[in-house]
């Protein structure tokens, strides 16, 4: 069976064979699983990092314990 | 003895992104092996500031800068001369008299040419530690080369832009 690749004009000939579509279908969704993982873990770096700063600026005049070269 | 700034992965992703046009250096004069500041601000009671902002590496990086520093003709040399030396960002106190960390960004010879660049193609301010804390102050300063001892700076007829970042509580 063709099935068309939207917006590319190509095709993927799928043939008889239910279990790659299975595959392929389930590759799929475990990329997306992965990123949205890995997502998620680069937006706790990310609040992690200001709430150090937050605190900071909030006047908890703390050492250097993010991980950074702290300040002067 | 003064820290070096350094680019600070840490904070790669933190704070805002503010920009400083040339426009708003003091027109002032260099002097040959001499540091003479060109610009600075004092960090607010509520505030830390950094040198540079974002990445360093060229594909997700966000300070891309570039700056043509030309002298007014006041000092020495004519109106639109070019003025080289070193490009130096540096961390003062609150008085500005002691030095508490800095670092050369770049000679003004290559700033000056990565003007001509594609933007995505200047050379990156990435964000730089340590942070200056509240008091302290961010400072722009020029090391001129012998060639352009005495010239002063025109800040309107020059161009470019550096960036610092800031974060407030």
Redesign the interface.
Known sequence: MEVPIPFTGESIDTGDDKTSIVLTVGGVAAGFAVLAMVQDLGSNAYQSANSFVTNYTGFTLGGDDSGGQGGV | MP?EL?H?P??R???DKEPIPVGEFEQDTVKAGSEVTFWSKQVGQ???LWHGHGREDREYAEAFVGLDVVASGNGTGTAGDEIDGKLVLA?TDSDQRRV??SATLDTLQQLRDTLAESRTDRIIEAIL??????G?HLEVRIDADPSSDGAEVDPSASSGNLYYTR???
């Not at chain 2, 530690?129 to 509240?134: E, L, R, S």
């Open positions: 820290r350094t600070d840490t904070y992703n933190t704070g509520d505030q830390v961390i508490l960390a530690g340590p942070y200056a804390k509240p302290r974060v407030s509580n």
